[in-house]
């Protein structure tokens, strides 16, 4: 696949709820998701499908998603790609209501994606 | 300046048409400049303040722009922030009307703007 391939795959997979699929059809299994802050107190960054996997079980579960829209892919040379992400949700232990937009530039090497990173507007 | 100050004089520099005065007052004398593709067959790196300053001049001759709109700071971590822009230009060599959104990245080190990327749709 090439890199645009890749890249329209992610958003397509993202746009369709796919987004479990993406992780085991694009990513290297090690790969590296990197937040823009460190949310958790645990560390910015997260190794492994796996581990990447639980983040958005943790999601999933932490927050109601009222609706969420993105755009892209805006492609850097033959290895990087870029997408905006838009989202409305309600962090369920709080009540409190957070639209939030983030870009998110995705790395690839061998045809998968070796690493993710937020930018957040804090 | 932290990385928010930076990020956010960059912005507001672009807003209010001051991108010549941000590059001699935020980025390192050789920051490199990144495009998404090699658009002008001369390869897709500026090197120097100087370089970039003559990337603007040509893309101000080359282009008449109709509109300019940006969004962020982005910041990711405590080293690089990213910017969407969008413009309105057509290019005066073919009449040419060209919507543009791009995303930059910006990395920031000792301070200064060392490297500015951008992705785009192609």
Known sequence: MTLQDI?????E????GKELE???RLYHPQ????EAAD???AGRETVGVDGIKAKHAWWDSAFEVHSADL??????GDDRFAV?????ATEKATGERMPMREVAIYHVADGRIVREEFFGTG
Chains 1, 2 share one sequence.
Do not use: K, Q, W
């Open 84 to 88: 905006i992400f838009e989202m409305d």
């Open 31 to 34: 790969a590296v998701s990197v």
């Open 13 to 16: 997979g993202c746009r369709t």
């Open 39 to 41: 949310y958790s107190g």
């Open 22 to 24: 993406n992780l085991d």
């Open 7 to 11: 890249a329209n795959a992610l958003v």
């Open 71 to 76: 755009e892209g892919p805006f492609l850097h």
